[in-house]
């Protein structure tokens, strides 16, 4: 357990990434009087738009990251990608939290699996796999169907393969283009659901409950909150993420991400070392956000409550939204109980993330019901000029 001075409001927090995850961290720090710093190789950024500071340079770029780092007083990031010498360059200036260390075992999927099973945490049967032959060797281990992944990259579903037979190996291992991955059995689970938790610098714990995830092709369409979970499931949730943090001795918001097996056990899919986009509603319908949390944590300040003020549910806007023309914001605000978040990015690419809308509603079917009825009145509409 480590104490330290705390990081009060008035001052400098730099973020490393720049999507929304960072953009909406921004808006909760600035809230409190905190100024913002970003760091990452774009301009214009989500997160730029609403910073002090946009600092545009790679992340290879070592000096620049001590620079950025000794401007601010403390690190975190919004994007677990960023490579470890970045990290270790910030920490030269400035405490990182999360830690280093943290983002080196959860942003590669073979460590994280590695370091959760050899901390005896249930995760999906998995083999590392370097060649055709481990490949080969997984499948007969493990059966069919079964999922390979990249072991570094990947997210929202990107880098990854079904394998249906154990025919299919060769065409398979040729499409990860032979990169170093986990092979990991097919999981036919009842539900996804996740846990946002946030660690203080004096161990303090505090959780967002259990939301419920629903993907289409590997990307998040739409989270709820509470989760339909037994009480149990709801108790393994948590006993399971807590640990988690304490093992990697997180002082930031982690998500674990889990499968609920028919019959209410859990198996972890993996985890996210930063705030998740299951837990966007957390914005709108907790007392404190997942992002108000990151910032206390990595202020060292005490957490807030987490009070689920009202049952709410969350539908992403990808890209795919605009292909026809603007979407009919008005039609969708009609709904009086929608909020809308926007990240100012201006590609709208199919599967690109660029919003999101929250319900709040009298229970959580409700809510649902009403997000993905305000989305759809978002429609394809051709835009008038
Ligand atoms: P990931 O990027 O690994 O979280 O995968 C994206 C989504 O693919 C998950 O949220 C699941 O819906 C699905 N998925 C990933 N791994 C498995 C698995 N081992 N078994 C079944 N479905 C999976």
């Not at 990031?77 to 490579?83: A, K, L, S």
């Not at 996804?192 to 590997?218: K, T, W, Y």
């Not at 979970?229 to 304490?246: G, H, K, Y």
């Not at 202020?299 to 990808?318: I, K, S, V």
Request: hydrophobic share 45%; glycine share 10%; net charge negative.
């Amino acid at each position: 357990m480590t104490r330290c001075k705390p990081v009060l409001p008035g001052a400098s927090i730099g973020v490393l990434g720049s999507g929304q995850l960072g953009r909406m961290f921004a808006i909760a720090a600035r809230r409190m009087g905190y100024r913002v710093h970003t760091f990452s190789p774009a301009e214009d950024t989500p997160t730029g738009q609403v910073a002090d500071v946009e600092i545009r340079r790679d992340y290879e770029d070592l000096d620049a990251v001590t620079a950025f780092a000794a401007a601010v007083e403390v690190v975190t990031f919004e994007f677990e990608n960023v490579p470890a010498a970045t990290a270790q360059a910030a920490e030269r200036a400035a405490p990182v939290r999360p830690s280093g260390e943290v983002l080196h075992v959860t942003q590669h999927r073979l460590r994280e699996k590695t370091y959760l099973s050899g901390h005896g945490f249930p995760v999906t049967p998995f083999r590392a796999v370097r060649s055709l032959a481990e490949l080969e060797a997984g499948l007969a281990a493990l059966g069919c169907p079964a999922l390979l992944k990249t072991a570094g990259w990947g997210y929202d579903g990107k880098g990854q393969v079904r394998v249906y037979t154990p025919g299919d190996a060769a065409a398979a291992w040729a499409q990860l283009g032979g990169q170093e991955a986990v092979l990991e059995a097919f999981v036919a689970f009842e539900r996804e659901v996740s846990m946002v938790a946030a660690r203080g610098h004096d161990g303090q714990l505090v959780d967002f409950g259990v939301i419920e995830n629903h993907h289409v092709g590997g990307i998040l369409d739409y989270s709820l909150a509470p989760a339909r979970v037994s009480p149990a499931t709801e108790r393994q949730a948590r006993e399971i993420t807590r640990a988690v943090l304490e093992a990697l001795e997180v002082v930031g918001v982690l998500c674990v991400e889990f499968f609920v097996l028919p019959g209410g056990g859990l198996l972890i899919n993996e985890l996210a070392p930063r705030p998740h986009n299951s837990g966007h509603l957390t914005f709108d319908a907790c007392l404190t956000s997942q992002f108000e949390q990151q910032l206390r944590a990595v202020c060292g300040l005490p957490l807030g409550a987490t009070d689920l003020l009202r049952p709410a549910a969350m539908a992403n806007l990808l890209g795919d939204i605009w292909s026809t023309g603007t979407p009919d914001w008005q039609q969708a605000l009609a709904l009086p109980n929608i909020k809308l978040h926007l990240y100012g990015k201006d590609e709208a690419r199919p599967g690109r993330k660029m919003g999101h809308l929250t319900a709040i509603a009298g229970d959580a079917e409700h809510a649902t019901a009403q997000v993905l009825a305000a989305r759809t009145r978002l429609g394809a509409r051709t835009s008038i000029t």
